[in-house]
């Protein structure tokens, strides 16, 4: 079986190193530096917007919003986390390592962020303790690890969505 | 007052009655008028005064003028005024009082700290979860208003100082007890004046400190019959003054104040952080309403099952020591902690003679398979598991498939001088047929290399008689046990932040298997109907246990074993004068 999401990122990756050097060649130098400005002032403010977007999807995920609604493509997208999931946070001194990588046509990114998942287990109720621990409004379990989370982006008009998130050992 | 004792039916055992709006509006006509009785002097320090007690958040403004030592008028939030009886009684610089409000099922203890003013507010009412006997509460923090002066700023507070206290108290009406206050959100009471069984129950709690010296403490008995009692404690004299309002076991109604006298049981661990004095550790539950707060009720949510269903659960589904994956399988967290089984008995040949008891004949033939028999009868195959927690020291336990009452053995031999002790569970018991009793059968080992025991037994013991121990099974689940009486084991329930929190108790026996060796149960009554049996070592603080169980999803014995840690001891021996044996 074929990672599907992993083949579509590394295309489109290598997709973007391929096209952008064919424009660096072909413009003339003036043109160039106006179209290089654009070009750069437009990455900056993708990058800018994908980042709000994890930001708000982070809040979200904290906050457990039931409602992602317009983080994603799709609903299908935004159930992209185990239920057992309760919280994600930048994990300490994460914001060096995050990166974020436009693909060459503006239209799709990718998002790499270093991050504490918070995972949280109510105990099965299968004792007299565990009755009464949950009963005080206890018996949950929580634990916290280190992740990458790898996000994919789509841009459809002027507006990102989430299309695809994972997260990986680290 | 109150006729003492009560009927000879234990609390968790009496079918309390389903009182209406009437007949407890009738009852509370009869004194509401009249006040509380009271079998001291009733205080006159009030008399003549007129007071306004404002209490914070949504909490009422009470506007009282007291016309006599025993009489007053209300106004709440500047409504008209009622008259009402109403009693006080004053602890040093404290003054309790309480009264009912005519034509209502409600009223209020108040207790007033005389030189800061501040004031606690108890509104108390018949209304409880289901049942309307069972007193509901809220508590209201504020102040006496004084004319041209502020506000005091502070107030009496929820607290975890007093979690971990323990006091003998006697009222002026003779009414005796011991009350275990191990937890922040409930107590347990040893009601020495009742039965004389022995029996101790537990009912949630509130804890509000005026000061380092003085305390008030509320308990309500859900489950049983609904009673209220709140008093103040002065930790110093050993003093209490309170009130009590309820009806008891007989419908009697109860309302009157009290004096009491006590004695210090000591002082057990606290497991809080450092520097954390917070109470109230449970939250309030999402939506319950005034009053509500987080009660445990297991005989409302334990499975109840005639014996035709226990019959058909047992048939459907036994579990020995099953490997525990998902419902059914027996209580999951609780063995994280265990150690594996041993083949210490493999390919032994041995027989039991418990005194006054069965004769068992054994034949082990591997490591998880034996055969039994009992009394000379037809031998049967069965899967057991053994450990050796102390070397000559083996717990085993096994179910006794053809008896009609699906009998489980949770069985301790003593290798090295053939002493055997047995707690025997059983189903089909007269409340609940799913819910187990259990008897202690003594006897010796017969077999080969196996010392006689003669006349020697392993005895029941009081050496942990007041002795709180913290069991840790697994993250997140550790409780603590109090063995509060000769016969009864209490379980708390630790928070996340260290306090304890729930608590419920049930019978309990303690048998001495070695120098600090102890073998013992606790019965979960009218409470899930788990049969516990832990073998606890003292020396590393671990223990090796069986729990028996049957509910719907059929018969289980399965593995039990936590981490140990001494919490502290309650000094109670002199309470409980017979001997050991």
């Given at each position: 079986m074929t990672d599907n999401r992993e083949s579509t990122r590394r295309t489109f990756l290598k997709g973007s190193a391929v096209l952008a050097a064919p424009l660096a060649m072909a413009m003339p130098v003036a043109a160039m530096a106006a179209d290089d400005r654009a070009v750069r002032l437009q990455r900056l403010e993708d990058e800018?917007?994908?980042?709000?977007?994890?930001?708000?999807?982070?809040?979200?995920?904290?906050?457990?919003?039931?409602?992602?609604?317009?983080?994603?493509?799709?609903?299908?997208?935004?159930r992209c986390l185990d239920s057992a999931v309760c919280g994600v946070a930048s994990a300490p001194g994460a914001a060096q390592g995050d990166r974020i990588e436009l693909a060459a046509d503006g239209k799709r990114a990718?998002?790499?962020?270093?991050?504490?998942?918070?995972?949280?287990?109510?105990?099965?109720?299968?004792?007299?303790l565990a009755q009464m621990a949950l009963a005080q409004g206890g018996g949950v379990s929580r634990d916290q690890t280190s992740r990458r989370v790898r996000a994919d982006y789509v841009k459809t008009g002027d507006r990102w969505a989430i299309a695809a998130i994972e997260l990986a050992e680290v | 007052m109150p006729a003492k004792p009560d009927p000879q039916v234990p609390m968790h055992r009496y079918a309390f009655t389903k009182l209406d709006d009437n007949q407890i509006g009738a009852a509370l006509a009869r004194v509401a008028a009249t006040g509380p009785v009271s079998a001291s002097p009733l205080s006159d320090a009030l008399k003549g005064k007129s007071i306004r007690i404002v209490t914070d958040g949504d909490g009422p403004a009470l506007a009282y003028r007291f016309t006599a030592n025993n009489r007053l008028t209300l106004s709440e939030n500047g409504g008209k005024a009622i008259e009402a009886g109403y009693g006080a009684l004053v602890q040093d610089h404290l003054t309790l009082f309480t009264h009912l409000i005519p034509g209502t099922l409600r009223g209020y203890g108040v207790v007033i700290d005389n030189k800061s003013n501040i004031a606690t507010v108890v509104e108390m009412w018949f209304g409880g979860y289901k049942d309307k006997r069972e007193v509901m509460r809220v508590i209201y923090a504020g102040y006496v208003e004084q004319a041209g002066k502020p506000a005091p700023a502070a107030r009496h507070v929820a607290s975890n100082r007093f979690e971990g206290k323990g006091f003998y108290w006697k009222q002026d009406t003779g009414y005796e007890t011991l009350d275990y206050y191990a937890s922040v959100a409930y107590s347990h009471f040893v009601e020495l004046t009742g039965r004389g069984d022995e029996l101790?129950?537990?009912?949630?709690?509130d804890y509000i400190q005026i000061n380092d010296d003085f305390y008030i403490y509320t308990r309500t008995e859900c489950e049983f019959s609904g009673t209220f009692t709140l008093y103040v404690v002065d930790l110093n004299r050993q003093e209490q003054v309170g009130l009590r309002l309820g009806f008891d076991r007989t419908d009697a109604f109860e309302y009157y104040v009290f004096r009491g006298k006590g004695e210090w049981l000591g002082q057990i661990a606290q497991f809080e952080k450092l520097g954390d004095t917070s109470g109230g550790a449970l939250p309030d539950p999402e939506g319950g309403g005034k009053g509500a707060r987080r009660i445990y009720r297991p005989l409302t949510t334990m499975d109840k099952m005639t014996k035709a269903e226990v019959a058909a659960a047992v048939a459907k589904n036994r579990r020995v020591f099953a490997p525990r994956v998902g419902a059914g399988s027996g209580a999951a967290g609780m063995a994280t902690h265990a150690a594996p089984p041993v083949d210490v008995l493999a390919g032994k040949t041995f027989?039991?003679?418990?005194?006054?008891?069965?004769?068992?004949?054994?034949?082990?033939?591997?490591?998880?398979?034996?055969?039994?028999?009992?009394?000379?009868?037809?031998?049967?195959?069965?899967?057991?598991?053994?450990?050796?927690?102390?070397?000559?020291?083996?717990?085993?336990?096994?179910?006794?498939?053809?008896?009609?009452?699906?009998?489980?053995h949770s069985i301790v031999v003593d290798m090295n001088n053939g002493c055997v002790t047995c707690f025997n569970g059983f189903l089909n018991t007269p409340y609940y047929a799913n819910e187990a009793g259990v008897r202690t059968l003594f006897g010796v080992i017969d077999g080969a290399n196996i010392p006689k025991a003669g006349t020697l037994r392993h005895a029941r013991t009081r050496e942990l008689l007041g002795r709180a121990i913290t069991w840790n099974y697994a993250p997140n689940l550790s409780s603590m046990h109090l063995y509060s009486t000769p016969t009864t084991t209490s379980w708390l329930i630790f928070t996340d932040s260290g306090s304890l929190g729930m608590q419920w108790s049930g019978p309990g026996d303690f048998v001495k298997i070695r120098?600090?060796?102890?073998?013992?149960?606790?019965?979960?009554?009218?409470?899930?109907?788990?049969?516990?049996?832990?073998?606890?070592?003292?020396?590393?603080?671990?223990?090796?246990?069986?729990?028996?169980?049957c509910g719907k999803e059929g018969l289980s014995m399965s593995q039990v074993a936590a981490h140990a840690r001494h919490a502290g001891l309650f000094d109670v021996q002199r309470f409980f004068p017979k001997k050991e044996g």
């Open positions: 800018a917007a994908i980042r709000a977007l994890h930001q708000d999807w982070l809040r979200r995920v904290n906050a457990r919003e039931a409602d992602m609604a317009g983080l994603f493509v799709n609903a299908s997208a935004a990718t998002g790499r962020f270093l991050c504490l998942i918070e995972t949280e287990s109510r105990m099965a109720p299968d004792s007299t | 101790g129950f537990c009912g949630p709690s027989t039991i003679r418990y005194d006054g008891g069965p004769v068992m004949d054994y034949r082990v033939e591997s490591a998880d398979t034996l055969n039994w028999r009992k009394d000379g009868g037809a031998w049967s195959k069965t899967r057991y598991n053994a450990w050796e927690p102390v070397p000559g020291v083996v717990m085993f336990g096994h179910l006794l498939e053809s008896e009609p009452d699906h009998d489980g120098d600090d060796l102890y073998f013992l149960y606790w019965l979960e009554e009218a409470c899930n109907g788990t049969l516990g049996t832990i073998l606890v070592n003292m020396r590393t603080m671990h223990d090796t246990g069986i729990g028996y169980h």
